[in-house]
């Protein structure tokens, strides 16, 4: 799944509640929920794993990091939020199984 897709979803979790704890929480659950939704990818990682696709994965991931830059980026300069500290923890929550 996209980074870009687990940071949206954590950013309206976070947006939904309004203290950092269980942003973070519903954000991290959410993440794992999200990756249950069959998103056509798995040849990407396999590719990657065989060893003959690997080029094709870091371009991948790159493309995948800039989106997901972008997008957090657009939701703090164009949102409105009361607590932006919260929805900044429900996306930190959503990506954070990635980086596990």
Do not use: C, R
């Amino acid at each position: 799944m996209f980074l870009a897709v687990h940071a949206a979803v954590g950013a309206v979790l976070g947006w939904v509640v309004d203290t950092p704890l269980p942003a973070f929480t519903l954000g991290f659950i959410s993440h794992f929920l999200v990756d249950m939704i069959p998103h056509g990818d798995e040849n990407v990682y396999h590719g990657y794993k065989s060893g003959q696709k690997k080029n094709q994965a870091y371009w991948y991931v790159a493309f995948d990091f800039m989106l997901t830059v972008l997008l957090v980026a657009l939701f703090f300069l164009k949102g409105n939020y009361a607590a932006p500290g919260v929805v900044l923890w429900g996306v930190i929550g959503s990506l954070l199984p990635d980086f596990m």
